[in-house]
């Protein structure tokens, strides 16, 4: 069945410092879509991309899409301690089933 | 707009015995997803509806697990018999046809069996 993969599963970084999670897919997604899930909280969804190469940002987060709609990377510039959660990418593969990645766990020191 | 609706919010159970939860999804959204979340670990897809169509369910533990959604509104999730194993956050999400497709989350149920 559809796998989506995440690394690195944690990351201690300190505040000012960037943070980078990549997923990867063991099929062809239709879509990716990028969650945060604060601790205790529920996932909370952040953006989908859609077409093949597509980059987005959203003031400090830069969301990539693969050229092969396999693997997708979320970047943060200078995190904050706001940013604290874990961050899953889901994606759309046959029959619409949404399947989510195994997350990175991002933890954020002053 | 009123989010997804779930009920309990918290479960705690024996072995062997049964529960069930309820999931009241956003008003329009024809998708329903019911997710299992182990601790540290991403959640897991039991099964999803479209209206009141099986999309999916093949991570679905059949001999124990069952859910319906009649009228294609609300939904229920049932274990029977619960095992130790089952001890997670059940979580139920809701989307709509129209794109961008993204969930949206209930607060979860968290399920303790003991």
């Known amino acids: 069945g559809q796998q989506v993969m995440q690394i690195p599963q944690y990351q201690h970084v300190q505040e000012g410092e960037d943070f980078t999670t990549y997923c990867n897919s063991s099929?062809?997604?239709?879509?990716i879509q990028w969650y945060k899930q604060r601790p205790g909280g529920h996932p909370v969804f952040l953006i989908q991309?859609?077409?093949?190469?597509e980059v987005k940002k959203q003031k400090r987060l830069t969301f990539q899409f693969g050229e092969a709609k396999k693997n997708s990377s979320l970047h943060i510039t200078a995190t904050q301690t706001t940013d604290v959660g874990t961050y899953f990418c889901?994606?759309?593969?046959?029959?619409?089933?949404?399947?989510f990645g195994t997350g990175t766990r991002l933890q954020v020191t002053l | 707009e009123a989010g997804v609706a779930q009920s309990p919010r918290y479960k705690i159970i024996e072995k062997r015995q049964s529960v069930a939860f309820w999931c009241n999804p956003i008003?329009?959204?024809?998708?329903l997803y019911w997710y299992q979340q182990i601790l540290g670990q991403g959640p897991k897809l039991l099964i999803q509806?479209?209206?009141?169509?099986?999309?999916?369910d093949s991570q679905l533990p059949k001999d124990r697990f069952s859910a319906e959604r009649l009228k294609g509104v609300d939904s229920t999730l049932k274990i029977q018999p619960a095992k130790l194993e089952d001890s997670a956050v059940y979580l139920c999400?809701?989307?709509?046809?129209?794109?961008?497709?993204?969930?949206?989350f209930g607060q979860g149920t968290r399920l303790t069996v003991v």
């Open positions: 509806f479209q209206n009141n169509g099986v999309v999916d």
């Open positions: 099929t062809t997604l239709s879509n």
């Open positions: 991309l859609v077409k093949s190469g």
């Open positions: 889901a994606g759309h593969g046959t029959a619409s089933k949404l399947t």
């Open positions: 999400a809701s989307s709509s046809v129209r794109k961008p497709f993204n969930a949206f």
């Open positions: 008003s329009g959204h024809a998708t």
